[in-house]
């Protein structure tokens, strides 16, 4: 199989918006092509961010998930993140590209597209294009996009599968080509096994001023299809009861955990694992089924990513009940710890780092954790420090993807109860609450019920429930858990850099401070002066009446 790619921007020296890239291993090859839309502001940075997104999360897809359901879902996710990204930016999607995919497992292509980017089979001389343009083409518009990645909300991909032969050719490219070579030149040029780079430059020789654009292409030469078949979803069964004694796949179930019966401690060559099994409702509906095999996936990557702040986490390759194993560590969680005692400023220092390192290998996945409580983070005894772990991605989406009050309602943001998505902000106020919480054992807002919606008032300082949090901690706390989102850290690096450099933390007060508790020194200062000039004007006045 001989893979080539090629890319050319429409003018010389700028950058194209364009973006493609193709990768093969074992009888598996992707090829992504994303074509940024030209009117867009963000459209270069969408089309980076979706090769970019298809090409990791594919390579390790859910095992249970067909490549079409993988590639059809992990679409809709980056679809539905740069379409409210866009809105957060600039309040109107200004983050849109187009999408054509094409995987080949064994002797089987899969694949999809949105929009005009274009994708086609070369077979004995005879080119087919297998993807569909999502455009409108009319006497009052012309070549105008009718759907793609980032333009609305939801998406639905045009999808397609073929069986494979020996001498088969896929080939991949964005209008850029497609509108300059006609199928008869594609043809021909695919019949005799031109290369990427040769196809683009022939396109950039022909094209006219009107036709001009980035161009872009990868061809998929096969000259020999693997013999696997396409991998297929993995009818795993869902466990019905389980007990205590009960060995699966070589794990004895020792005792299931206090919150759930679906969870298990187990031995397995005298070691200690944790086991979680699907819910019993996930055999007969498929969004549960597939919300725990997307936990089940994100919690693997998320372990591979940053070792340290997460629980090690894998599926057996060979099991034969739906589940996966976490790592057993044995430690408290932090709300059990606060039964007891407050954390120390340095111990609630190094919570916070730990959980902006692990919200920022989260979000490099495209993820962030959206239940960041005390419950879900491990405390961890090292003789003279403690060390901290956070756990259960079972909430875990992708950013910007979730505008419902999903999460425990004391650590939502305010925004939250009100229909705005997951982002950074809204992360770091439930990791503010967090440290609220350790430091003081009482919530800055006051508990909330789960449906209810809360008004939120300035809460007091963490140092009025705790003389011992110091000044700058006070402030770095009172700015994560603001009121107002735009008062807020914006990013995870933001609020690590504050807990790395108490001197250079900046006050935050509340909008309605007075000068007393904004600025004592100047408040009395101020005082000073103002009782010394009335003094001395009441001095004058004396004098002055007895002469």
Not at 119 to 134: F, I, P, W
Not at 285 to 301: G, H, P, S, Y
Not at 502 to 523: G, T, Y
Request: hydrophobic share 40%.
């Amino acid at each position: 199989m001989n893979l080539t790619s090629f890319g050319l921007a429409k003018r010389d020296g700028a950058e194209s918006d364009d973006s493609f890239a193709v990768k093969a291993w074992d009888e598996t090859v992707i090829a992504v092509l994303a074509d940024g839309a030209g009117a867009a502001r963000d459209a270069r940075e969408a089309s980076t961010r979706i090769v970019k997104s298809l090409m990791s999360n594919y390579a390790v897809r859910p095992a249970s998930w067909s490549p079409q359901k993988a590639l059809s879902e992990f679409t809709k996710i980056i679809n539905h993140t740069l379409h409210h990204e866009s809105l957060v930016r600039h309040s109107a999607p200004e983050m849109i590209s187009t999408l054509s995919v094409a995987v080949i497992e064994g002797n089987r292509l899969f694949g999809l597209n949105v929009g005009d980017s274009r994708v086609y089979l070369s077979r004995g001389g005879q080119l087919s294009q297998l993807s569909h343009d999502h455009v409108i083409n009319d006497s009052t518009f012309s070549h105008v996009l009718q759907r793609a990645i980032g333009l609305a909300p939801e998406v639905e991909p045009h999808c397609f599968e073929t069986e494979l032969r020996d001498g088969d050719i896929a080939f991949l490219c964005s209008d850029g080509v497609s509108n300059v070579l006609s199928h008869d030149i594609l043809s021909k040029q695919l019949e005799h096994h031109t290369a990427a780079r040769a196809i683009v430059q022939h396109a950039r020789e022909l094209a006219t001023e009107e036709t001009l654009d980035d161009a872009s292409a990868i061809v998929i030469d096969i000259a020999r299809t693997g013999r696997l078949r396409a991998v297929s979803q993995n009818p795993l069964p869902i466990p019905d009861t389980l007990r205590k004694g009960d060995v699966i796949d070589g794990y004895e179930l020792v005792r299931s955990f206090q919150h759930s019966d679906r969870v298990w401690l187990a031995m397995k060559d005298e070691q200690r694992w944790t086991l979680k099994f699907a819910p019993l409702e996930a055999r007969d509906d498929e969004e549960i089924l597939a919300r725990f095999i997307k936990e089940e996936w994100n919690a693997q990557r998320a372990a591979e990513a940053a070792p340290e702040p997460f629980v090690a986490s894998f599926t057996p390759e060979r099991a034969t009940a739906r589940y996966y194993v976490q790592e057993f560590v044995e430690a408290p969680s932090l709300k059990s710890v606060l039964k007891a005692r407050a954390l120390g400023a340095d111990e609630a220092v190094a919570l916070g780092r730990m959980l902006c390192t692990a919200s920022q290998r989260l979000l490099g996945l495209d993820l962030v954790h959206g239940d960041v409580k005390p419950e879900n983070v491990l405390v961890v005894s090292d003789y003279d420090r403690l060390r901290f772990k956070l756990i259960d991605l079972g909430s875990a989406a992708e950013v910007f993807s979730v505008t419902s009050r999903a999460g425990t309602a004391s650590y939502l943001a305010p925004e939250r109860f009100h229909g705005e998505p997951l982002s950074e902000r809204t992360e770091i106020f439930a990791i503010g609450v967090t440290l609220y919480e350790a430091l003081t054992r009482a919530f800055p807002f006051g508990e909330i019920e789960r449906f209810q919606t809360p008004v939120f008032h300035a809460p007091k300082p963490p140092s009025v429930r705790n003389a011992n949090i110091p000044p700058w901690l006070d402030h770095v706390i009172l700015r994560a858990i603001s009121i107002e989102p735009a008062r807020r850290y914006r990013h995870f690096s933001e609020l690590a850099f504050d807990l790395d450099h108490s001197d250079r933390v900046e006050p935050f007060f509340q909008k309605d401070a007075s000068l007393l508790e904004r600025d004592p020194l100047k408040f009395y200062r101020t005082g000073f002066w103002l009782l010394l000039a009335a003094c001395i004007a009441l001095i004058f006045k004396l004098v002055t009446s007895h002469r």
